[in-house]
């Protein structure tokens, strides 16, 4: 079945500092990708559509130089948050939709201090 | 614009009883409709989709959903609820089951099962 593999699962990383997120698609390729947000207890926030071969489609409230998308392969997305803050600390999830349906990466955690 | 609404936040039966978790939607084009769970610091398993068709899907772990549009519902329900049940649970709907639709999650409902 279609599989979408995220790295790394979890991160810690200085405030000021960025970390990027990577999201595979191991047996398909994924045109559009999504990237999501989730607080503690709370549901999925949709942030971005990642297109490959063109600029990400972010939602409306998501700063896009904050966190900056690149889909530079049919198999690869990645998320990079930069000079992150405590604030950003989160656990971000890809997905992406081979044909029929959406597949989910394992999520990242991020934590920021 | 699409939406969902789960209704309850927090449910909770004993092992063995009836698990019924409510979701409503709100789409101005015919819905595809998803049940996601989700285990702590993990992602989303697909439980089962309504896309067209019969109106009473199957899924995995004895799950099951009816898509009422008279209602605008997409209930899930399992007869006999597990332990192993006990997890966070999202509906979501998105305008197509392809490459480039957005699926939009609702608040999400936390299931937990008594012994």
């Known amino acids: 079945g279609a599989v979408v593999s995220q790295h790394p699962s979890w991160v810690i990383c200085k405030s000021g500092t960025s970390v990027k997120i990577e999201c595979r698609s191991l047996?398909?390729?994924?045109?559009?990708m999504f990237w999501y947000r989730q607080f503690p207890k709370q549901s999925l926030m949709l942030m971005a559509t990642?297109?490959?071969?063109?600029?990400?489609?972010?939602e409306q409230g998501v700063e896009k130089d904050k966190f900056l998308i690149n889909h530079a392969s049919l198999t690869l997305s990645t998320l990079t948050v930069t000079s992150a803050h405590p604030e950003d600390s989160s656990f971000y999830i890809c997905?992406?939709?081979?044909?029929?349906?959406?597949?989910f990466g394992s999520g990242t955690r991020l934590t920021v201090v | 614009a699409q939406s969902v609404t789960q209704l309850g936040s927090h449910v909770s039966v004993s092992e063995g009883a009836l698990v019924l978790l409510r979701c409503n939607y709100s789409?101005?084009?015919?819905?595809?409709l998803f049940w996601y769970v989700q285990y702590p610091n993990q992602g989303l398993q697909l439980l089962l989709k309504?896309?067209?068709?019969?109106?009473l899907v199957k899924g995995i772990n004895g799950f099951e959903a009816e898509f009422k549009k008279s209602e605008t519902s997409f209930h899930l329900t399992k007869p006999s609820a597990h332990m192993s049940d006990a997890a966070e649970y999202f509906c979501?709907?998105?305008?197509?089951?392809?490459?480039?639709?957005?699926?939009?999650f609702g608040q999400g409902t936390e299931l937990s099962v008594k012994p």
């Open positions: 047996d398909f390729q994924a045109t559009t």
């Open positions: 997905s992406a939709s081979p044909l029929g349906g959406y597949t």
């Open positions: 789409s101005s084009v015919p819905p595809y």
């Open positions: 990642s297109n490959e071969g063109s600029k990400a489609t972010y």
């Open positions: 979501a709907v998105s305008d197509r089951d392809n490459q480039g639709g957005k699926l939009i």
């Open positions: 309504y896309t067209t068709g019969a109106t």
